[in-house]
């Protein structure tokens, strides 16, 4: 009972802090759709990105890829780099229908991609982690604490929703609501992939994370995307996201 | 010489019985940290080619160590049996230390339809398949598919295997356990086999500390009963016991302590203790039971040690020249764990040694020997009689004793060639036992479950490297005993027929590379080709048991097709088990001939310092032949093949074999001295020493039949081949060297000044 007495003597003025100071005026909900917003703001989007894949042993090899975006769920994306590769193009339209143009065989396929767990062009980043899409529709969102400048969210799947991860840990700039780190936590609750998201700078009235790397940490290969360029709302057009334009 | 010591040892008897003490309860103490290390892979050196290049596959393509799961069922395209699968492979993916896993519930597929092509799972895990229609459309569709066919699914679709790939650094053992137990506990539909290396790692060594915990306490009860026959005194069973319990304790608990685990071969150990170290400590309480006034705790300690003080040279030398014996296979040996083995093989002989002269005698000074011998007691005369009449017959026909011992060498010499040679893990357990059967069934509905690898560099998205690899597949699988060739170019040509190129490798880099781009990322391309994709591997099934003239022809002919396919282009090397057997077979062999060139050497410069007559050295070496000859017909007569296990029986018959012919001849030599005729002396050695020798032959060998009770099958082997070295020794050591001494009449040089003696004439005098 002392024991008891002491802790909570202890823990209540503890608490008490923690409380009053991450909790302003948000809850878990709304700092999930602050996110969404700020991810989802530019009607459309194109960039240029470099993404450099590191082995476990440290080799490189680099991708350069220029893609469109409009809203959150039209993409399309060609290869500029490596040569061998260049002139692929890939486009994803909402309800998980993508085409690739595959230039050597001249050949444009439909590809059914509903296996989430598929990586996207031998990177660490699966299809399921480009998916555009608010988080809000995806996860049940929590608060877990309050870290420095940041929240930090456990998002956990919705029962309808197919996802290769049993929950995600969000960190989010308190200010900007740009998430700044994710854990990916995989169907045994361990820790398997790592989301860090640097540069964060604003442009064009945006905010976005200039360098993102994904570390895969069962095979020890990680990912970094490196936005070289990029320019909003352009006004891109529907015809863009169609399978005849890939061929282009 | 030794008077000094041995009065040291009595005096001091209650320190050293307090050290020993001490030393046993620390041994004991890291004993509870023992680990075993069934990995045979391991057991050649890392710097091996053959090694380094498994390993590098390891290490890049995530693991080249396999733990099949089959399961077994009426039809597998069953709704029940298929969620069983999926729950068993996502299960197999959080333990740690698996870096794949791969089932027909998550298996790439690449397929195309009317809108377009589809690169996918063979089953979707977020929806698996439920009603009849879709499990029979799934089934055609999969046994359609070569790549599933035989593969993942038996062709008559009542078997499946769950793949998992161990990452390379992974404690197999304790995740075939983990894998195990995941399994017992979610109820499956239908039988469950677990195959592949890890498994029956996990087995061996599981038998092995079952075999050893059960069955050395039954050998040592055993030779205990027989010790008790011979010595008819407590202290004449419980010494020698306690002497080998003590070695043994002491020298695993120092591998324990310097953290070296306990392999396939050191496993060993313990049983050669028992035969070896036995004797050290039989021949030191027969020494001491010749003094009459044994036992008496209020007399003099000069008598004792005056008894004592005449065995201790032959026991140190008996020790010294079995040590050498274990030594040559530290020097003589390429195999990592046989060296190992000749390390604390010879630690072992040393501490049952300096234990044997020091604990034995101090211990046996406080317990009363046999009843005070009545020369005319009956068991005395019966076992008198016995060894009177093979000695009175030995000495009598010599000639006979010599003709019966060529025809037993003839016959030894015939069995000799066809000694087989076998490294097979699979070899080691019984037939009818778990692993055996879950062999039987991967053999038979997947062709096997050992891998072979063949590693291409070149540059692997350029159609010629490609096309190469898919001739080098189609070379492996019209080898009889190989199947299930695949590569990534097996994938690449997939891809081509969904794109609508045909079942082909597309002729140009570009295509193959854009293909690439659609395969790039997936599971199973990752455990074939590197990232660079400067490096890829073929990975084929070999069906046959690895019987070495088996895996010589799959090895050779390899490693032939290589050098004639390999060009500047790209080129190919050969590992998987079929080759890391080879390699152990090799130096099973090589260390085999070495140690036995090696120690035979060694023993024989010792016995000619010893006796200081090239004729004696020679003599000497007559046991050690004839056991050797003895064990290597027998097994070639029975058909027990060589392998990691076996190939010591050499050594331990060479150590054997050797301190029979030091106490024998050391013994001899005195009595000769003393006596200065031949046949007396021979006559008082047979009754003395040639005692002592009887009866650590009876004891030990009857103590081994009892390995033949061991789940282990080369703990089996191992049984029955020391309890013939152990007879074949015996008979050299006590029938052939009496017979040829007294036909060969020689004279060993050297003074005898040995205290022992003025003893004797002492009693005589009396």
């Given at each position: 009972m002392k024991r008891i007495t002491k802790t909570t003597t202890i823990l209540l003025p503890v608490m008490f802090i923690t409380l009053s100071w991450a909790q302003p005026e948000f809850t878990a909900s709304q700092i999930l759709e602050r996110v969404d917003s700020v991810v989802n703001a530019p009607q459309d989007q194109t960039m240029n990105m470099k993404l450099i894949l590191f082995d476990k042993n440290g080799n490189e090899r680099e991708r350069e890829i220029v893609m469109y975006q409009k809203g959150g769920d039209k993409r399309m994306g060609k290869i500029l780099a490596p040569a061998d590769q260049r002139g692929i193009a890939f486009l994803s339209l909402p309800g998980g229908v993508m085409y690739v143009y595959l230039p050597a065989f001249k050949k444009t396929r439909r590809i059914a991609s509903h296996v989430k767990n598929t990586k996207?062009?031998?990177?660490?980043f699966t299809y399921e982690d480009m998916e555009a899409g608010a988080y809000g529709i995806k996860y049940v969102p929590e608060i877990l604490k309050h870290e420095?400048?940041?929240?930090?969210?456990?998002?956990?799947?919705?029962?309808?929703?197919?996802?290769?991860?049993?929950?995600?840990?969000?960190?989010?700039?308190?200010?900007?609501?740009?998430?700044?780190?994710?854990?990916?936590?995989?169907?045994?609750?361990?820790?398997?992939?790592?989301?860090?998201?640097?540069?964060?700078?604003?442009?064009?009235?945006?905010?976005?994370?200039?360098?993102?790397?994904?570390?895969?940490?069962?095979?020890?290969?990680?990912?970094?995307?490196?936005?070289?360029?990029?320019?909003?709302?352009?006004?891109?057009?529907?015809?863009?996201?169609?399978e005849r334009h890939l061929e282009r | 010489m030794f008077a000094g010591f041995s009065k040291w040892v009595i005096e001091q008897r209650k320190y050293l019985i307090l050290g020993a003490l001490i030393i046993t309860l620390v041994s004991g103490y890291f004993i509870r940290s023992i680990k075993v290390n069934p990995d045979f892979t391991s057991y050649l050196p890392k710097s091996d080619p053959v090694v380094r290049l498994f390993d590098h596959i390891g290490e890049e393509y995530g693991g080249n160590l396999l733990a099949l799961i089959a399961l077994e069922a009426d039809d597998i395209f069953d709704a029940g049996v298929i969620r069983d699968i999926d729950r068993i492979t996502r299960g197999l993916k959080t333990i740690s230390g698996v870096s794949y896993v791969t089932s027909i519930t998550n298996i790439l597929d690449i397929r195309s339809d009317a809108d377009g092509i589809e690169v996918s799972r063979l089953i979707d895990e977020y929806d698996l398949p439920e009603t009849n229609e879709e499990l029979d459309e799934l089934k055609e569709y999969a046994l359609a598919k070569e790549m599933y066919r035989g593969r993942l699914i038996s062709e008559d679709a009542t078997a499946t295997l769950i793949i998992c790939r161990l990452q390379p650094d992974a404690d197999e053992a304790a995740i075939a356990q983990q894998i195990k137990t995941m399994i017992g506990q979610s109820a499956v539909s239908g039988q469950v086999y677990f195959g592949g290396m890890p498994f029956m790692m996990q087995d061996v060594s599981n038998m092995i500390i079952d075999d050893l915990k059960l069955l050395l306490p039954l050998v040592a009860l055993l030779t205990a009963l027989i010790l008790y026959l011979g010595f008819r005194s407590p202290r004449g069973v419980l010494l020698p016991l306690i002497a080998v319990g003590i070695s043994t304790t002491w020298t695993i608990g120092l591998m324990c302590a310097l953290c070296v685990p306990v392999s396939l071969v050191s496993n060993i150990i313990p049983v050669i203790l028992f035969a070896v170290g036995s004797a050290y400590s039989i021949h030191v309480i027969s020494r001491l039971d010749e003094d009459p006034s044994a036992g008496d705790t209020s007399s003099s300690p000069t008598q004792p040690a005056a008894y004592l003080s005449g065995v201790i040279l032959p026991v140190i030398l008996a020790a010294f020249t079995t040590m050498v014996g274990f030594l040559s296979f530290v020097f003589g040996s390429y195999l990592t764990t046989i060296r190992e083995f000749g390390i604390f093989a010879t630690l072992g002989v040393f501490f049952s040694c300096i234990i044997s002269i020091t604990l034995v005698p101090a211990l046996a000074s406080y317990m009363k020997p046999k009843k005070q011998r009545k020369r005319?007691?009956?068991?005395?005369?019966?076992?008198?009689?016995?060894?009177?009449?093979?000695?009175?017959?030995?000495?009598?026909?010599?000639?006979?004793?010599?003709?019966?011992s060529l025809v037993l060498i003839v016959i030894a010499l015939l069995g000799v060639p066809r000694i087989e040679r076998n490294v097979d893990i699979l070899d080691y357990f019984k037939p009818g036992t778990e692993v055996r059967r879950a062999e039987n069934l991967m053999k038979e509905k997947f062709g096997g479950s050992t891998p072979v690898q063949i590693l291409v560099k070149g540059d692997i998205l350029e159609p010629e490297v490609l096309m190469a690899m898919k001739r080098f597949q189609e070379f492996l699988?019209?080898?009889?005993?190989?199947?299930?060739?695949q590569s990534v170019a097996d994938l690449v040509e997939e891809m081509s027929f969904v794109v609508g190129e045909g079942r082909a490798i597309p002729g140009s880099r570009a295509k193959i590379a854009n293909l690439w781009f659609l395969l790039e990322g997936e599971e199973i391309v990752t455990q074939m080709v590197n990232p660079q994709m400067n490096e890829a591997i073929i990975q084929a099934t070999v069906g046959s048991s690895l019987q070495t003239d088996r895996v010589k022809v799959i090895v050779d002919g390899i490693n032939e097709y290589i050098a004639e396919n390999n060009t500047t282009e790209y080129s190919f090397e050969q590992t998987g088990m079929p080759s890391i057997h080879y390699r152990l077979d090799e130096n099973i062999k090589q260390s085999l001939v070495s140690s036995i060139v090696?120690?035979?050497?060694?023993?024989?410069?010792?016995?000619?310092?010893?006796?200081?007559?090239?004729?004696?050295?020679?003599?000497?070496?007559?046991?050690?032949?004839?056991?050797?000859?003895?064990?290597?017909?027998?097994?070639?007569?029975?058909?027990?093949?060589?392998?990691?296990?076996?190939?010591?029986?050499?050594?331990?018959?060479?150590?054997i074999g050797i301190d029979y012919s030091i106490h024998f001849l050391g013994r001899f030599r005195r009595e000769q001295a003393r006596m200065g005729n031949t046949r007396d002396a021979l006559q008082q050695t047979l009754q003395t020493t040639g005692r002592a020798i009887s009866i650590n032959v009876i004891a030990v060998t009857a103590g081994f039949l009892v390995l033949l009770l061991a789940n282990l099958v080369p703990l089996q082997r191992f049984g029955i081949?020391?309890?013939?070295?152990?007879?074949?020794?015996?008979?050299?050591?006590?029938?052939?060297?009496?017979?040829?001494?007294?036909?060969?009449?020689?004279?060993?040089?050297?003074?005898?000044?040995?205290?022992?003696?003025?003893?004797?004439?002492k009693r005589s005098a009396k």
């Amino acid at each position: 009972m002392k024991r008891i007495t002491k802790t909570t003597t202890i823990l209540l003025p503890v608490m008490f802090i923690t409380l009053s100071w991450a909790q302003p005026e948000f809850t878990a909900s709304q700092i999930l759709e602050r996110v969404d917003s700020v991810v989802n703001a530019p009607q459309d989007q194109t960039m240029n990105m470099k993404l450099i894949l590191f082995d476990k042993n440290g080799n490189e090899r680099e991708r350069e890829i220029v893609m469109y975006q409009k809203g959150g769920d039209k993409r399309m994306g060609k290869i500029l780099a490596p040569a061998d590769q260049r002139g692929i193009a890939f486009l994803s339209l909402p309800g998980g229908v993508m085409y690739v143009y595959l230039p050597a065989f001249k050949k444009t396929r439909r590809i059914a991609s509903h296996v989430k767990n598929t990586k996207f062009a031998g990177t660490d980043f699966t299809y399921e982690d480009m998916e555009a899409g608010a988080y809000g529709i995806k996860y049940v969102p929590e608060i877990l604490k309050h870290e420095g400048s940041d929240h930090v969210l456990k998002l956990t799947p919705r029962p309808e929703i197919q996802s290769e991860y049993s929950m995600l840990k969000l960190w989010v700039d308190e200010k900007t609501f740009v998430p700044t780190k994710i854990e990916h936590y995989d169907k045994g609750k361990k820790l398997c992939k790592l989301m860090t998201r640097d540069k964060i700078e604003e442009t064009s009235g945006y905010w976005l994370a200039r360098e993102s790397e994904m570390s895969d940490l069962r095979n020890g290969q990680k990912t970094k995307m490196i936005i070289q360029d990029v320019q909003f709302n352009q006004g891109l057009a529907d015809d863009l996201f169609t399978e005849r334009h890939l061929e282009r | 010489m030794f008077a000094g010591f041995s009065k040291w040892v009595i005096e001091q008897r209650k320190y050293l019985i307090l050290g020993a003490l001490i030393i046993t309860l620390v041994s004991g103490y890291f004993i509870r940290s023992i680990k075993v290390n069934p990995d045979f892979t391991s057991y050649l050196p890392k710097s091996d080619p053959v090694v380094r290049l498994f390993d590098h596959i390891g290490e890049e393509y995530g693991g080249n160590l396999l733990a099949l799961i089959a399961l077994e069922a009426d039809d597998i395209f069953d709704a029940g049996v298929i969620r069983d699968i999926d729950r068993i492979t996502r299960g197999l993916k959080t333990i740690s230390g698996v870096s794949y896993v791969t089932s027909i519930t998550n298996i790439l597929d690449i397929r195309s339809d009317a809108d377009g092509i589809e690169v996918s799972r063979l089953i979707d895990e977020y929806d698996l398949p439920e009603t009849n229609e879709e499990l029979d459309e799934l089934k055609e569709y999969a046994l359609a598919k070569e790549m599933y066919r035989g593969r993942l699914i038996s062709e008559d679709a009542t078997a499946t295997l769950i793949i998992c790939r161990l990452q390379p650094d992974a404690d197999e053992a304790a995740i075939a356990q983990q894998i195990k137990t995941m399994i017992g506990q979610s109820a499956v539909s239908g039988q469950v086999y677990f195959g592949g290396m890890p498994f029956m790692m996990q087995d061996v060594s599981n038998m092995i500390i079952d075999d050893l915990k059960l069955l050395l306490p039954l050998v040592a009860l055993l030779t205990a009963l027989i010790l008790y026959l011979g010595f008819r005194s407590p202290r004449g069973v419980l010494l020698p016991l306690i002497a080998v319990g003590i070695s043994t304790t002491w020298t695993i608990g120092l591998m324990c302590a310097l953290c070296v685990p306990v392999s396939l071969v050191s496993n060993i150990i313990p049983v050669i203790l028992f035969a070896v170290g036995s004797a050290y400590s039989i021949h030191v309480i027969s020494r001491l039971d010749e003094d009459p006034s044994a036992g008496d705790t209020s007399s003099s300690p000069t008598q004792p040690a005056a008894y004592l003080s005449g065995v201790i040279l032959p026991v140190i030398l008996a020790a010294f020249t079995t040590m050498v014996g274990f030594l040559s296979f530290v020097f003589g040996s390429y195999l990592t764990t046989i060296r190992e083995f000749g390390i604390f093989a010879t630690l072992g002989v040393f501490f049952s040694c300096i234990i044997s002269i020091t604990l034995v005698p101090a211990l046996a000074s406080y317990m009363k020997p046999k009843k005070q011998r009545k020369r005319n007691g009956p068991d005395e005369r019966t076992r008198g009689r016995v060894i009177s009449k093979i000695t009175a017959a030995t000495l009598k026909h010599p000639l006979l004793t010599l003709a019966l011992s060529l025809v037993l060498i003839v016959i030894a010499l015939l069995g000799v060639p066809r000694i087989e040679r076998n490294v097979d893990i699979l070899d080691y357990f019984k037939p009818g036992t778990e692993v055996r059967r879950a062999e039987n069934l991967m053999k038979e509905k997947f062709g096997g479950s050992t891998p072979v690898q063949i590693l291409v560099k070149g540059d692997i998205l350029e159609p010629e490297v490609l096309m190469a690899m898919k001739r080098f597949q189609e070379f492996l699988e019209s080898h009889a005993d190989i199947s299930h060739a695949q590569s990534v170019a097996d994938l690449v040509e997939e891809m081509s027929f969904v794109v609508g190129e045909g079942r082909a490798i597309p002729g140009s880099r570009a295509k193959i590379a854009n293909l690439w781009f659609l395969l790039e990322g997936e599971e199973i391309v990752t455990q074939m080709v590197n990232p660079q994709m400067n490096e890829a591997i073929i990975q084929a099934t070999v069906g046959s048991s690895l019987q070495t003239d088996r895996v010589k022809v799959i090895v050779d002919g390899i490693n032939e097709y290589i050098a004639e396919n390999n060009t500047t282009e790209y080129s190919f090397e050969q590992t998987g088990m079929p080759s890391i057997h080879y390699r152990l077979d090799e130096n099973i062999k090589q260390s085999l001939v070495s140690s036995i060139v090696l120690a035979t050497t060694a023993v024989f410069i010792t016995v000619l310092l010893l006796l200081r007559s090239l004729r004696g050295g020679l003599i000497g070496l007559v046991p050690i032949a004839f056991s050797l000859l003895g064990i290597f017909g027998f097994m070639g007569i029975l058909r027990i093949p060589l392998d990691i296990a076996t190939v010591l029986v050499g050594g331990v018959s060479i150590g054997i074999g050797i301190d029979y012919s030091i106490h024998f001849l050391g013994r001899f030599r005195r009595e000769q001295a003393r006596m200065g005729n031949t046949r007396d002396a021979l006559q008082q050695t047979l009754q003395t020493t040639g005692r002592a020798i009887s009866i650590n032959v009876i004891a030990v060998t009857a103590g081994f039949l009892v390995l033949l009770l061991a789940n282990l099958v080369p703990l089996q082997r191992f049984g029955i081949l020391v309890a013939i070295t152990m007879l074949a020794s015996g008979y050299g050591a006590l029938l052939m060297l009496p017979a040829i001494i007294i036909l060969t009449k020689p004279v060993f040089g050297g003074r005898n000044n040995n205290s022992i003696n003025e003893v004797h004439i002492k009693r005589s005098a009396k």
